[in-house]
C-alpha cells in the first residue's frame, strides 16, 4: 500500500503569529524562551548586523551555484558548508536537506542550547519568502502541547523496569548455555540470547536518540555499553539511522532503502539513481542472473534475509570503524567494545560440545535476533518512496510531518504489548518527534491521530500480522517488475561489475 499522502492539498491559510514565549526541549525539560531571543526574530531593531535578503529559490538553488550548503529554518538562512563534516549527527543528513526548509527537521533534533547559542553562528541571510499556513501552525502545536505536559522528560522507573527485564534475559541465556546440562537446554539459551538482543536493540534505539538522559556525553557512554553487549556499532547506526529519519523512504538518499540486489521496496529503483550515502551512482538496472533471481522471488525470500540479518550488521559496523578516511566518534572506544562483545560471546557459544552444535547455537541465537529486523522493515517497506523528481520539504504538500506520515506506518497493539515492539509500533510518532522517550509515545499517538483527522490526512496504522502482509505484498509487486528487468548473462563472468558485487562492497 503507497498511499500518496505527500502531494495531498494545503489549505494555504496563514497563520497568526504564536503569543508568548517560545517551548523548547533541553536535556528531557520544558524551557520557555521569549520569542525576542529567538535567532529568527524579525524584529529589525534587535539585529546586531543587517543580513542580505534571499528567497527560497535563491537558497536552494545556492549548492547548484556555488556548491555551499545553506537550509533555511523559519525565515533564516543558514551556511552549513564547513560545519557538515563536524555535526555530530552526520553529513548526511545534512545534505537531504540541503536548499530545503529543515525547520523541523532541526527543531525535533536538537536540544535548546544548539538553537540558542550555536545556530545563529551560521545565519548569512533573510528568506523573505517563507510563510507559516495553518496547517504547519496546527502541527507544530503539536510540539509545544507536548512540552507543555513534559512528555519529553524520561521516567526513571522505566528505564530501571527495562533495565531489570534485560538482565533476566541475558541471565537466563548465560545460565541455560553454561549449566542447562544439555544440548537442549543450551539451544533454548540461544534461542533466549536472540530474545534479548531483539530488547535490547530497542534500548540502543533510544540511547543513540539522546532520550534517556538526553545528556550527549552520558548517553554516548551508555552507547558504548551497549555496543559491548549487542555488537553493533552505535556510530555506524546513528551515521545511517539519523540520514534514514530526515530522507525517510528517499530513493536517492535513505539507505534503509538501498539494499539491492537483496531486496527493492520500489520499482522507481530500477530506473537508476544517485546515492548521496553510497557516494555513488547506479544506473538504470540491467541485473546479473543471481540478483535477478533474489529480486524477482524478494517476496519469498524476505523472512530469509530477516533471519540472517544480524551478520550484515557486524560487516557494516566493521567497515566504518575501520574506515579511517570516515570520522567517527569514539571510535577506539568502540572498537574495544566491540572486541569485548566478541570475547563474551565467543566464551558463552564455547560452552557447546560439538561443532555441530556450536553452530546450530549461533545460527538459533542470531536468526530469533531477526525479529527485530522483521519490525523495522515493517515500518516502511510498504510505504510511499520518492524520487528526486518529488521534492519534498518545499512545499505545505510535501512538507516534514506529510513526509513522516507518508513513508512510515504504526502497528495497532494492546499496550500490553508495547515491551515486545520496544516503541516501533509508534513509528510515526517517532519518526514526528524522535526525542521523545518511547514510554510517552502512546499519548503522542492521541494528538497526532486528532490533528490527521482534523486535516484529512491518512494515518496508517494496521496489526503486526496485517502490516507483514502488506510488507510482502509490496515486495512481490517489485518482484514482478524486477522479472521484466532485462538480465545481463555476461556480467556474472565478470564479477565486479556485477550488482551482486555492488552488493558485497555496499557500506550502510
Not at 130 to 145: D, T
Not at 463 to 475: K, M
Request: proline letters at 4%.
Amino acid at each position: 500500500m503507497r498511499t500518496p499522502v505527500i502531494r495531498a492539498k494545503s489549505s494555504g491559510k496563514l497563520a497568526a503569529p504564536r503569543e508568548g514565549p517560545e517551548l523548547r526541549e533541553q536535556e528531557g525539560k520544558s524551557v520557555a524562551i521569549e520569542r525576542s531571543r529567538l535567532p529568527y526574530n524579525r524584529d529589525p531593531s534587535r539585529a546586531r548586523n543587517a543580513r542580505p535578503k534571499v528567497t527560497r529559490e535563491d537558497v536552494r538553488r545556492r549548492e547548484a551555484l556555488t556548491g555551499e550548503l545553506w537550509v533555511i529554518i523559519e525565515d533564516k538562512a543558514y551556511d552549513l558548508t564547513e560545519f557538515q563534516h563536524r555535526h555530530p549527527g552526520g553529513y548526511l543528513c545534512l545534505r537531504g536537506v540541503a536548499g530545503r526548509n529543515a525547520t523541523e527537521a532541526f527543531d525535533n533534533f536538537h536540544p535548546a542550547k544548539v538553537w540558542e547559542t550555536l545556530l545563529p553562528a551560521y545565519h548569512v541571510a533573510d528568506v523573505t519568502d517563507v510563510a507559516v499556513s495553518e496547517y504547519v501552525a496546527g502541527h507544530r502545536e503539536i510540539r509545544q502541547q507536548l512540552l507543555e505536559r513534559g512528555l519529553f522528560e524520561t521516567r526513571p522507573s522505566y528505564y530501571a523496569k527495562v533495565a531489570a527485564w534485560l538482565a533476566a534475559l541475558l541471565a537466563a541465556a548465560v545460565g541455560l548455555t553454561v549449566a542447562g546440562g544439555g544440548a537442549g537446554p543450551r539451544l533454548l539459551g540461544a534461542a533466549v540470547l536472540g530474545f534479548f538482543w531483539q530488547q535490547l536493540a530497542f534500548l540502543g534505539h533510544d540511547i543513540g536518540h539522546n532520550s534517556i538522559t538526553h545528556k550527549r556525553g552520558v548517553d554516548s557512554l551508555l552507547g558504548a555499553a551497549h555496543v559491548a553487549l549487542f555488537g553493533v556499532s552505535m556510530a555506524w547506526w546513528k551515521r545511517s539511522h539519523n540520514t534514514h529519519h530526515v530522507v525517510c523512504n528517499s530513493v536517492e538518499n535513505d539507505p534503509d532503502i538501498q539494499h539491492l540486489p537483496v531486496l527493492a521496496v520500489s520499482p522507481a529503483i530500477f530506473e537508476g539513481f544517485a546515492s548521496t550515502y553510497h557516494a555513488k551512482a547506479f544506473a538504470p538496472l540491467v541485473l546479473d542472473p543471481i540478483a535477478h533471481f533474489i529480486v524477482s522471488y524478494q517476496h519469498l525470500l524476505y523472512y530469509v534475509f530477516m533471519f540472517f540479518g544480524r551478520y550484515n550488521l557486524y560487516v557494516q559496523s566493521f567497515a566504518l570503524l575501520l574506515d579511517f578516511k570516515e570520522r567517527v566518534e569514539l571510535r577506539f572506544v568502540e572498537l574495544g567494545a566491540v572486541a569485548a562483545y566478541w570475547v563474551w560471546f565467543c566464551a558463552l557459544a564455547s560452552s557447546t560440545e560439538s561443532t555441530r552444535e556450536l553452530l546450530a547455537y549461533v545460527i538459533i541465537s542470531h536468526g530469533v535476533s531477526g525479529i527485530l529486523h522483521v519490525q523495522i522493515t515493517l515500518s516502511h517497506f510498504c510505504m510511499e518512496t520518492f524520487t528526486k523528481d518529488q521534492p519534498v520539504y518545499t512545499a505545505d504538500e510535501n512538507d516534514w510531518f506529510r513526509l513522516q506520515l507518508a513513508t512510515t506506518m504504526d502497528v495497532d497493539c494492546p499496550e500490553w504489548l508495547d515491551w515486545f515492539h520496544g516503541g516501533l509500533q509508534f513509528q510515526i510518532e517517532h519518526h514526528l518527534f524522535p526525542r521523545v522517550p518511547r514510554h510517552n509515545l502512546r499519548e503522542v499517538r492521541k494528538l497526532v491521530k486528532a490533528f490527521c483527522k482534523k486535516e484529512g490526512l491518512h494515518y496508517h496504522e494496521v496489526s503486526f500480522l496485517q502490516g507483514n502482509a502488506e510488507v510482502i505484498a509490496g515486495l512481490y509487486e517489485t518482484a514482478l517488475a524486477a522479472r521484466r528487468l532485462p538480465r545481463d548473462g555476461k556480467s556474472i563472468g565478470r564479477l565486479r561489475e556485477s550488482w551482486t558485487w555492488e552488493m558485497l562492497n555496499a557500506q550502510g
